[in-house]
């Protein structure tokens, strides 16, 4: 767990459009992604993630014009995911503005693109994303899924972790399926058997709702970053509130 912890709105991103879903559906609308990143950063955000959730379901790209809208109206970190399949796709996301890249379903299917990427780009540009489920029959409890949270994929999200970082990973962000949307609170076993497995920053992601959940997020789930999407779009809180509570609670922020 690193020292100074970091808030970052996430805008999950279709047809142009920031949205919201509950367990990867229900999708809502939430919002212009330009405005959206304008105000985050303005309010406090330490780094901003976009994720174009339809590209690998549609077998496309990341939109190019959507990381250029974005990363032009900010200066603050973005993190870019979403069918980036290749290290020419990483480069392009790159050259359009973006500080790092987010790769899922592309990394599973080839985990020496990890390290390919890790290599040529820098280890700290590159975050492997990690969705995964419940499932018993799993060492750890946990199996990895992906294409969107469609296809679970019959291997230990644990055990992938570890296999992200030994090929070169610069940052794990796990979002659990259980939790996704539900403002119920980061799934804290899953974060935690992440971040204990791995000596690299991870992000907590998927479910925050109310404020002691992003205090959770560090001190039961071990994160570095805590990533949340609902409560901001929506307004429930303002990410000046978030960190001025951690920050009674005795946790370091930048405010």
């Known amino acids: ?3 100074v912890i970091k808030i970052m709105p996430c805008l999950d991103m279709k047809n142009g459009r920031v949205v919201k879903g509950v367990h990867f559906v229900d999708i809502k609308d939430a919002g212009d992604p330009v405005e959206n990143a304008a105000f985050y950063e303005k309010e406090g955000a330490d780094e901003l993630a976009m994720l174009d959730i339809a590209a690998t379901l549609e077998n496309r790209k990341t939109r190019l014009e959507w990381v250029r809208q974005v990363s032009a109206v900010i ?3 973005l993190t870019v995911g979403g069918g980036i399949n290749s290290l020419e796709d990483i480069e392009m996301v790159l050259d359009a503005g973006a500080g790092k890249i987010s790769m899922n379903s592309a990394a599973v299917n080839d985990p020496q693109l ?3 990427a890790s290599q040529k780009f820098g280890a700290d540009k590159i975050t492997i994303a990690i969705d995964a489920r419940r499932n018993a029959e799993m060492p750890s409890g946990f199996e990895l899924v992906v294409s969107g949270g469609t296809k679970p994929v019959g291997k230990d999200a644990i055990g992938w972790a570890k296999v992200c970082q030994d090929q070169g990973a610069g940052v794990i962000l796990p979002t659990s399926m259980d939790g996704d949307g539900t403002l119920a609170g980061y799934d804290l076993e899953f974060t935690r058997a992440i ?7 991870v992000v907590a992601s998927g479910g925050a709702g109310r404020l002691e959940h992003f205090y959770e997020g560090v001190v039961k789930g071990g994160a570095d970053v805590l990533l949340a999407a609902s409560v901001f779009h929506f307004r429930t809180f303002s990410i000046r509130q978030v960190k001025e509570y951690l920050r009674d609670k005795g946790l370091k922020v930048n405010l």
């Open 114 to 116: 990890i390290g390919k």
């Open 195 to 201: 971040a204990d497995a791995v000596d690299l920053p």
């Open 1 to 3: 767990m690193s020292d």
């Open 75 to 77: 200066t603050i970190p």
